[in-house]
């Protein structure tokens, strides 16, 4: 027969510990390889944010921060009762939050009674559960007739203020806003 060994004819892994290895250097790690060349071939040189479009760049670097609202100052300006629905109307209406609701003499007599101006304030900077009505929609001379609207249906007697150029009589004097109760 043969003089060469059988063990000869067994091959190089014997344990299972080279066969671990022999995997591992085999398969997985030029698998890890080829991942990394591909990372490393794709990150470089790509082209910055906006490259591609340097207006579009540009206008994204010097995007705004705050918003500035133009509004027109010549549209006409809106009645109290226009103000009140607009407005107004969905709490006092309904009484919501406690508000005095339209026509309510009761509620709004001592209201009345503080004045003209000082009912304006409490409507423009807010009072109890009322946020403030400054800046919104409406000016403060709308809101000013809202206010007057909803205390003359109530028994006031405030007169609805008129436009800044319509306000001055024919001396050059702002007429004032008369308060009644």
Known sequence: ????????????????????????????????????????????????????????????????????????????????????QGQCAACHATGAAGAPKLGDAAAWAPRIQTGFETLVHSALEGKGAMAPQKGGEFSDLEIARGVAYLANAAGGKFDEPAAPAAAEGADGAPAAATSGG
């Open 1 to 84: 027969m043969s003089d060469i060994p059988t063990a000869a004819h067994a091959g190089p892994i014997r344990t299972p510990k080279q066969l671990l290895a022999t995997v591992i250097f085999a398969f997985v790690l030029p698998v890890f390889a080829i991942i990394g060349l591909v990372m490393y071939v794709t990150s470089g040189n790509k082209p910055g944010m906006g490259a591609a479009n340097p207006e579009l760049a540009v206008a994204q670097r010097i995007q705004k921060i705050g918003l500035v609202e133009v509004r027109d100052a010549n549209r006409p300006l809106r009645s109290g009762e226009q103000v009140f």
